[in-house]
């Protein structure tokens, strides 16, 4: 941090999936002016005069394999709009650990794949980093008492980038929920990605499932609004199309009308279509999470979306799908818009900014690690302003319980003993409950 100019020095590391539409795209607004414009959609406008001279530069951006050249691409792709700003493109295996050493940053964003988040975050808290992480926060309960002890010894803030938490047709359903409804006896939710997130986009899918991917956001949503404690966990998923991809691939192709050698990823792929979990929590509430990475691309939506809450005095739904905006276009098709997620906006001259809540958690813990570095406040005083790890913690045990459920419930159902597995949760362990003594 410089002294005499305030500033934050920002590395990234790992591409991610929205890197040019969000991630990149949000610090290159921070760059060009500050965190101020971002404020309002957190409802946090009322700390731009403190903060608003503070300048955000992005020093170092690293991805694993120089082969890919991804790291060099975003440089350039700063260096566009940024062309005396001296940022590094980096590589290796563990290549946080490089530019923590040589850009010493403030800040450490962390979009590297679901199973290679718990090691660059904690090394950047004991670097004296603070840290923005892509969700999920790590997908196991000892990665995530690790993460929030060091942080808490070090003094320093992770925030997860949970956009869902801050999209505006959910924080009005979900903040109202308990007096428009009262009691809640049920979640539903829905959250889909395109078949092309596992094939094509993630070589790294083996390593995760549809649920920790993208139920997370579910799970934190019904979490902090609802301040929810799980306590059994339910969990059965499907392994046919990806599993057998080598099967299905050339179909998927002849019906898509391309050649099947123009799938990115070949052979089969040792992951789940899909992940159903139920969670009961110490209410009595049931959560139902519906997840999975194989809806058709030609889905009127990029993603499908929905969370619906059934109360003893009404209901309310938030539909992705229902909600947006409906285009067709010669050589695009038909899609439903999520304008809410992203938008993207270009002024006069043909400067491209964004709005949504895909910047506005980004944002909510840019503005944290500001109030406590440069203004001094505690990180008692700032909980509950940001999406923070220990937030994330009954968030992944879920996941991690689910996962193990899962798994188990399918070999057994492989096996012809149905799905008998459930897994007991209290505020430290998991217990997995198999009567079957297998």
């Known amino acids: 941090m410089n002294a005499e100019k305030r500033s934050l020095n920002v590395a990234i590391v790992g591409g991610g999936m929205f890197f040019d539409e969000i ?23 009322h700390w731009a005069p403190s903060l608003a001279d503070v300048e955000i530069r992005v020093s170092a951006v690293g991805t694993r394999s120089e082969k890919s050249g991804t790291a060099g691409r975003i440089v350039d792709w700063f260096a566009e709009e940024f062309p005396d700003v001296k940022i590094d493109a980096c590589y290796g295996d563990a290549v946080w650990k490089d530019i923590l050493a040589t850009h010493q940053p403030d800040v450490l964003f962390v979009a590297t794949p679901d199973h290679v988040h718990a090691q660059p975050i904690l090394d950047a808290l004991e670097a004296g980093c603070d840290v923005i992480t892509e ?19 070090n003094g320093r803030i992770v925030a997860v980038d949970m956009h869902k938490r801050y999209d505006p047709f959910v924080r009005e359903m979900m903040s109202n929920a308990h007096a428009n409804y009262g009691a809640i006896n049920r979640v539903r939710t829905v959250l889909e990605e395109p078949l092309e997130v596992s094939t094509e986009i993630f070589a790294w899918a083996e390593q995760s499932n549809p649920f920790a991917y993208v139920g997370c956001h579910w799970l934190d949503v019904v979490h902090h609004y609802l301040q929810v404690k799980p306590r059994t966990v339910f969990a059965t998923g499907q392994k046919n199309l990806l599993l057998n991809w080598d099967q299905h691939h050339a179909e998927i192709a002849r019906r898509r009308g391309v050649d099947p050698s123009s799938f990115k990823r070949q052979g089969a792929i040792e992951t789940w279509d ?4 139920a969670v009961t929590y110490e209410d009595g509430m049931r959560g139902d999470y519906n997840n999975n990475w194989i809806n058709p691309a030609e889905f009127e939506g990029a993603v499908n979306q929905e969370i619906e809450l059934y109360g003893i005095y009404g209901r309310g739904i938030v539909d992705q799908q229902d909600r947006g905006f409906r285009e067709a276009i010669i050589g695009d098709g038909s899609r439903t818009r999520n ?19 895909g910047k506005a958690s980004i944002a909510a813990g840019m503005l944290a690690i500001m109030r406590r570095r440069l203004l001094g406040e505690s990180l008692e005083e700032l909980d509950e302003t940001y ?5 994330q913690r009954d968030v992944v045990q879920v996941i991690e319980a ?7 419930n399918y070999q057994h159902f492989q096996a012809g003993r149905g799905t008998p597995v459930t897994a007991l949760l209290t505020d430290t362990e998991i217990q997995i409950v198999d009567p079957t003594g297998s």
């Open 387 to 391: 999406p923070t790890a220990a937030s």
């Open 23 to 45: 991630i990149g795209q949000s610090f290159k607004d921070f760059m060009r002016g500050g965190l101020s414009g971002a404020l309002t959609s957190i409802g946090m406008s």
């Open 274 to 277: 899909s992940i159903d979990v």
């Open 402 to 408: 689910a996962s193990e459920v899962a798994e188990r």
């Open 135 to 153: 969700k999920p926060l790590c997908l196991t309960m000892a990665e995530a008492d690790q993460i929030i002890n060091v942080a808490q010894e």
């Open 339 to 357: 304008p809410s997620f992203g938008g993207r906006i270009h002024h006069v001259g043909g400067e491209l900014e964004i709005f949504g809540y």
